[in-house]
T-cell receptor, first 114, second 111 residues
């Protein structure tokens, strides 16, 4: 089974802090994604990566950056956390195989910025 | 970008009943997928239907796709308390590995 893990389930940070959210997958997937999930807004794509050191902006990249130094690890960085970044953050990975592109999700990190 | 959008309903049903939820989208797609999310957890892939398919079954799940109406439905038959979750549709318009997720549809199955 594909396993996607995220470094923390719950995280509390203060405004202005630099925050790192880590995601690791163990199935050699090329593509990895970071979403945030907010009530009434569903999942919104922040950034994605289709290869090591490659990244693409999603729909809401402002205030975030990412790092992919190794294939299995995709990090989301909040350079200076703000209260409007309080949210559930979901990481996903996928590989294109035989026309199927289902995404495999981690358990999520619930971040609260005070 | 392509957006899947479910009927924004919170559905509450008795155990054993069927649950139906719908999803509409705006542009052409390669496939449409349904995911389940249990409270406070990540999403789990349930079923994928390709644009050239009209209906697909997987266990107690039945998904339909009407590309002329740009809509899909997910039916869960003989619901169980463990089916209590949020259900999301996601569309793949092709070309960039991205999926566009809807806002989700909460289902509560009462034992």
């Amino acid at each position: 089974d594909v396993k996607v893990t995220q470094s923390s389930r719950y995280l509390v940070k203060r405004t202005g802090e630099k925050v790192f959210l880590e995601c690791v997958q163990d199935m050699d997937h090329e593509n990895m994604f970071w979403y945030r999930q907010d009530p009434g807004l569903g999942l919104r794509l922040i950034y994605f990566s289709y290869d090591v050191k490659m990244k693409e902006k999603g729909d809401i990249p402002e205030g975030y950056s990412v790092s992919r130094e190794k294939k299995e690890r995709f990090s989301l960085i909040l350079e200076s956390a703000s209260t409007n970044q309080t949210s559930m953050y979901l990481c996903a990975s996928h590989i294109w195989a035989g026309g199927y592109n289902e995404q495999f999700f981690g358990p999520g990190t619930r971040l609260t910025v005070l | 970008s392509q957006q899947g959008e479910e009927d924004p309903q919170a559905l509450s049903i008795q155990e054993g009943e069927n649950a139906t939820m719908n999803c509409s989208y705006k542009t052409s797609i390669n496939n449409l997928q349904w995911y389940r999310q249990n409270s406070g957890r990540g999403l789990v892939h349930l079923i994928l239907i390709r644009s050239n398919e009209r209906e697909k079954h997987s266990g107690r799940l039945r998904v339909t796709l009407d590309t002329s109406k740009k809509s899909s439905s997910l039916l869960i038959t003989a619901s169980r308390a463990a089916d209590t979750a949020s259900y999301f549709c996601a569309t793949d318009a092709g070309g960039n590995n991205r999926l566009a997720f809807g806002k989700g549809n909460q289902v509560v199955v009462i034992p």
